[in-house]
């Protein structure tokens, strides 16, 4: 079994335990999404993932009051012109000036009440080989040791569509500083199979160096995909799909057809108020799928996943083989 539970500490005190389904904000696709903030406050105490660069031009209160522990990413999401894999639109987006500057401006400003897990600083025009990424996510520790901090892998040039594997493998015991390690979905591989077996290799050499850092996988919080990449090996996991589309039996769907299936007046309603009961409706079954993997680590029985217990299975039982082959 490939999937496992952390703990994740600041200092003595346990701040988190995996896993961690991160319901995201952000002002790319949802321009009033300190409303959306708002009206979600009165529902999420769990952990959350907000986006320095929102902090930075003020889309999002910097002093949240509902989470438990926030995750503050570096903004290269709203900084990027393209979009994530859960997105079927083609919106416009038009990023505002973006920096190393501004990131840190917003670091050294930070004053939430909650722990708060930093994501290392990501350009959309800036490159750096694996250990030039290291070297500066220990800058970002020394600078700021108030904060717990995530090193995001990124491809190492322009050209590189892909994290290069090969190179972190080969230096695997230099994640074990980090509270943890992170790769958008994007950025793993063409597939999803493919993926999944570069997380369980990743998390197979991490275990084999006694690094015990959980993996985060950005921009997945669909609740299939995010079981695969969970029997996988990763064990944190983020997106906003959860504000794009509707959770049902373990699949999305488009909100019109969410609100159609969940209630028989779902069809007459606007769209802003189905949106927000699709909201709560999302919110509370992440807590559900949580529950799900916990049971599923704790037991090793698909029939946890319900309706996508088989798919599971059936991912899983391919990716033990080809694990197997590989040794």
Not at 165 to 187: C, I, N, P, S, Y
Not at 244 to 257: A, D, I, K, L, V
Not at 264 to 291: A, C, F, H, P, V
């Amino acid at each position: 079994m490939f999937a496992r539970r952390s703990k994740i500490h600041m200092g003595s005190q346990i701040v988190a335990e995996t896993p961690l389904l991160l319901p995201s904000f952000s002002s790319k696709g949802f321009p009033q999404v300190a409303k959306i903030m708002k009206l979600m406050g009165e529902f999420i105490t769990g952990p959350i993932l907000v986006s320095g660069y929102d902090i930075y031009y003020k889309a999002v209160p910097q002093k949240i009051t509902f989470s438990e522990l926030i995750f503050l990413d570096s903004g290269g999401y709203e900084a990027r012109c393209e979009h994530d894999l859960s997105e079927t639109y083609g919106k416009l987006h038009k990023p505002k000036p973006w920096n190393r500057r501004f990131h840190e401006s917003v670091l050294k400003n930070w004053s939430s009440k909650w722990p708060t897990i930093a994501v290392t600083y990501d350009s959309p025009t800036q490159f750096q080989k694996f250990g030039g990424q290291v070297k500066a996510a220990k800058e970002f520790k020394t600078n700021h040791p108030n904060f717990l901090w995530e090193l995001l892998l990124k491809p190492e040039t322009k050209k590189d569509e892909f994290i290069g594997l090969e190179k972190v493998l080969g230096h695997v015991h230099q994640l074990r500083e980090f509270a943890v390690v992170g790769m958008t979905e994007k950025e793993i591989d063409a597939s999803l199979f493919g993926a999944m077996k570069k997380i369980a290799r990743l998390r197979a050499a991490m275990d084999a160096a006694d690094v015990h850092t959980p993996i985060h996988i950005f921009g997945s919080l669909d609740p299939l995909t995010s079981v695969l990449y969970f029997i996988a090996g990763a064990e944190i996991f983020d997106g906003l799909t959860w504000l794009r589309f509707g959770y049902h039996e373990g699949r999305t769907m488009y909100s019109q057809n969410y609100a159609a299936i969940h209630d028989s007046e779902g069809i007459r309603r606007k769209n802003t108020d189905q949106s927000y009961e699709m909201w709560n409706n999302n919110y509370y079954y992440l807590e559900k799928l949580r529950t799900q993997m916990v049971n599923y680590v704790n037991t090793g029985g698909f029939t946890h996943f319900g309706p996508i217990a088989s798919i599971v299975e059936d991912a899983y039982k391919q990716l033990q083989a080809d694990m197997t082959e590989m040794r």
